[in-house]
């Protein structure tokens, strides 16, 4: 279930659905493949390169896999190229592809600039649909990803070192301190310097991506939205004297208050179906 909007509907932000929203990448494609016809289609998936056999079974043409961490490389049957760029940039002609599609990247793409481009490589009609988080209004939103210690890649899901909006309620200097009371001084440098400064994620919260959405010119055909977590953040025991109680209210109240915008916490998987119009198009003519 979802809020969906007409083109007409002179709704100029839409009111998403809350629920419970993850789903794996199979049930994500599924979902995309259900709404897109794939059959000669000739789509850009934004971050990760979805398996050539799948997309041959849904008969799709061409699918441009945009992964600036990924090895540029077209596959033997040319169905799938990868193209080793950033979203931000992508090198596709106007109005070339008939559908955008992403799963689990847009928390790691700029997205002002990446819609832009998906709206104007989209043919008139052509459907974006991403589905992404955790983004920086949810309560992982850190997302410890791209980043190592000691030798091995941490994840989020297995090394639930951070506590629970540690990205929002400790400033440099406390979660340092905080960190250092539960693990070795040079891991909680790597998590500090995660949080603080890490590229790989762009720290836009729902209300940033609905903005951009809606200066893109593309049509709202669909949103939702899930607070759902699906797997138990144990942090290590910290000290309590160091550990701030979660009033999300309050946070949320503070954060609205530095952005000078209400912002709602707690938004941690979006589902976002959104449609080239025939004037954008006619607007490059």
Known sequence: MSTSLSPDSGVSSPTPFIGRLAMSEDEVFADFAARVPLAGAVV??????????????????????????????????????????????????????????????????????????????????????????????AVDGHQLE?????????TFWDDTLLPPWSHLLYTREELRALLCTGVDEGLAEVLVTHV???????????????????ASGLEWLEVATSDHLDYEITPPDYDPALTRPVDLAALASGVSARRGAPTRLGVRDVLMVLRKPAYLQESHE
């Not at 791209?146 to 941490?154: A, E, I, P, V, W």
């Open 146 to 154: 791209y980043t190592s210690y000691d030798g091995r890649d941490l």
């Open 44 to 137: 850009a998936e934004v971050g990760g390169a979805f398996p050539v056999a799948m997309l041959h079974r849904h008969g799709v043409a061409r699918w441009y896999s945009v992964d600036p961490n990924r090895v540029a490389q077209v596959d033997p049957s040319g169905v799938r190229e990868v193209l080793a760029v950033g979203a931000e940039d992508l090198p596709l002609p106007d109005a070339s592809v008939d559908a955008v599609f992403s799963c689990n990247a847009f928390q790691f793409v700029d997205i002002g600039p990446t819609l832009l481009q998906a709206a104007r490589v989209l043919r008139p009609g052509g459907v974006l649909y991403a589905h992404f988080g955790p983004i920086w209004s």
């Open 196 to 214: 603080h400064d890490s590229a790989t994620v762009n720290r836009a919260f729902f209300e940033d991506y609905v903005a951009a959405a809606l």
